[in-house]
């Protein structure tokens, strides 16, 4: 991956900003920003703190320093800002040699030990389960419950992954309910469903399903509680997975996420500009697990992801909403060589004076900082508000592009904030195409299948980005769900050889033929002396199963039982009758 002056593509920027946690190398160089200070009355550089400490008097342009510490400024007097060194590396990292395929690259993500994991703690719990006293009278009064399917030693690894390839393919092929998926019904049937799982099986791994140990799970009130417990291996699993094998380009955002939900759960959020799901969660545990920080919830959030993400000190230039953006993190990103820009609320502290004035349409006003700049903007005469931008890595500077056919005449920093900060709500809509998201009662369910989806749409990148593979991402699917839905391989086992062995005498007897059947009798019956007629056939409606001959029950006595005697072409052996 290569620095970009003037910042990638929207394409590019948003797929790169899809991965669900973002890694960085430490570098082993980083440069100062060296930035000459801004002079309150004629923008030029100047050494003095005291110059800029001391009151200054309205002037002709109104340029003077607030409460606050802003002056109001003009683009033409605006100096061009120098930043930091962006340290340019590969997009993809410790990818193995033999990571050629999809499956292989699904894999990164949900590894073996991951994997072991589901199917240990998925076999726990499914004895917990039908061990209790409820479950075992259920099964007594109902003896076709699923229930009592159950395999004894519990499910195995290649059981589990065609489940979680099943799983996938109904985001190929949606469908109202699990059970249309097992339709016979000629104009719905799926036949590849029932080839890979009975639908009995499938609904009980669906029902079993787990990634912890439910009797160790601290309950909600105790001290070590972790609201996402139930799903915390998982969710480690894909943030140091996507961290390890993936870093992003220069322009990175942080946005909420939402998991489409109505359960009647604690955790469930409303957010009516999610188009995609308005009710869901965002894994927000509460304000008791918030990361708490002396400059609020926002800055503590911001300076967390970026500190395990490893992105400080880079050259990063970072865009957030304007639930995040503050002066205080712009100041603090700044000492961290990482730029920032984000709407910002009016009522925000340390934002200059009149900066939610009225304004005319197109018209916009500058106030600079120090690195900081803020751009108030009215675009059309139905936003009574203007637009309040905050930006460390813009000068006051407006500029024209032309979308859908139309010139526009914006600040530079609402241009690029525009191009760059979707890449969560576009990874959002890339999920939902083909989300296996299924209904359940159960929340954390709903997020380790969105995990799922992540895992699968983070694989697919780092595919291409790998390969230079320009493969479409259902064809990727595909290939993953065939790989997972693989049956168990045969194992070869030596054909055993078959010794016939003469039975006991005992288990020789005769026994009546059914439906008035008759046969040849072994003993009397000749017909070598009358080959011409039936004078010598004498027919009987008893028989020996065994030597599979007729006999007569008088004859039985002259009679050396053979087996199989009766299909073989060999001269008729008979007792003695004087013996």
Request: net charge positive; glycine share 4%; hydrophobic share 35%.
């Amino acid at each position: 991956m290569s620095s970009q002056e003037n910042g990638p593509s929207r394409s590019r920027n948003k797929r790169d900003a899809n991965i669900f946690a973002i890694f960085s190398q430490d570098s082993d160089s980083e440069d100062d920003l060296d930035i000459p200070h801004v002079s309150e009355s004629s923008g030029s550089s100047s050494d003095s703190s005291d110059e800029e400490d001391r009151p200054r008097s309205r002037t002709s342009n109104q340029e003077r320093v607030d409460k606050f510490g802003w002056s109001k400024i003009e683009p033409e007097s605006d100096r061009v800002r120098a930043d930091p060194n962006f340290l340019a590396r590969k997009s993809v990292a410790n990818i193995p040699d033999d990571c050629e395929k999809p499956i292989d690259f699904f894999s990164l993500f949900f590894t073996l030990q991951l994997m072991n994991n589901l199917l240990t703690e998925t076999n726990r719990y499914a004895r917990q389960f039908l061990d209790m006293e409820p479950t075992r009278q259920w099964i007594a009064d109902h003896p076709n419950s699923r229930y009592a399917s159950w395999p004894p030693e519990g499910i195995t690894m290649t059981q589990l992954r065609q489940y979680l390839g099943l799983l996938l393919n109904m985001g190929l092929n949606p469908k109202k309910t699990i059970k249309d998926f097992w339709s016979t019904r000629p104009s719905q049937s799926q036949p590849f469903f029932s080839s890979v799982m009975s639908i009995n099986l499938f609904y009980l791994i669906h029902r079993m399903l787990h990634c912890n140990n439910s009797e160790t799970e601290i309950a909600r009130g105790n001290p070590g509680f972790d609201p996402w417990a139930k799903v915390r291996v998982v969710l480690d699993t894909v943030n140091s997975s996507s961290k390890t094998h993936y870093t992003p380009s220069q322009n990175v955002s942080i946005d909420e996420s939402m998991i489409g939900m109505k359960n009647g759960c604690a955790y469930i959020q409303y957010m009516p500009n999610k188009r995609h799901a308005r009710f869901g969660i965002q894994l927000y545990g509460g304000k008791d697990f918030d990361i708490h920080h002396d400059e609020g919830q926002a800055f503590a959030v911001v300076k967390s992801l970026m500190e395990k993400s490893r992105l400080l000190n880079k050259g990063y230039k970072l865009y957030t909403d304007n639930f995040y953006t503050k002066p205080k993190l712009a100041e603090f990103l700044e000492e961290k060589k990482t730029l920032l820009t984000g709407t910002v609320r009016a009522n925000s502290k340390g934002l200059p004076e009149g900066v939610s004035a009225q304004l005319q349409v197109g018209q916009t006003q500058f106030w600079r900082k120090g690195q900081m700049v803020v751009a108030a903007f009215r675009q059309k005469k139905s936003s009574r508000k203007p637009v309040l931008v905050l930006s460390t890595a813009h000068n006051a500077e407006i500029t024209e592009k032309t979308v859908r056919g139309k010139v526009q005449k914006k600040p530079a920093a609402i241009f690029d904030y525009n191009s760059f900060m979707g890449g969560v709500d576009v990874s959002d809509k890339q999920i939902y195409h083909y989300a296996s998201e299924r209904s359940t009662r159960r929340y954390w369910k709903k997020i380790f299948q969105n995990l799922l989806d992540i895992s699968i749409l983070n694989s697919w990148i780092i595919f291409k980005m790998s390969l230079g593979n320009s493969l479409k991402r259902d064809k990727f699917l595909i290939s993953v769900i065939e790989c997972l839905c693989e049956p168990e391989p045969a194992v070869a086992r030596p054909m055993a050889v078959q010794v016939a062995a003469p039975a006991p005498l005992a288990l020789h007897e005769l026994v009546r033929l059914p439906d008035r059947k008759e046969k040849d009798c072994f003993v009397c019956s000749d017909r070598t002396t009358h080959k011409n007629s039936s004078a010598g056939r004498k027919r009987s409606r008893f028989w020996c199963p065994v030597c599979k001959v007729g006999c007569h029950e008088r004859c039985e006595k002259n009679l050396i039982h053979v087996t199989n005697q009766g299909l073989q072409k060999r001269k008729r052996i008979l007792h003695d009758a004087d013996n």
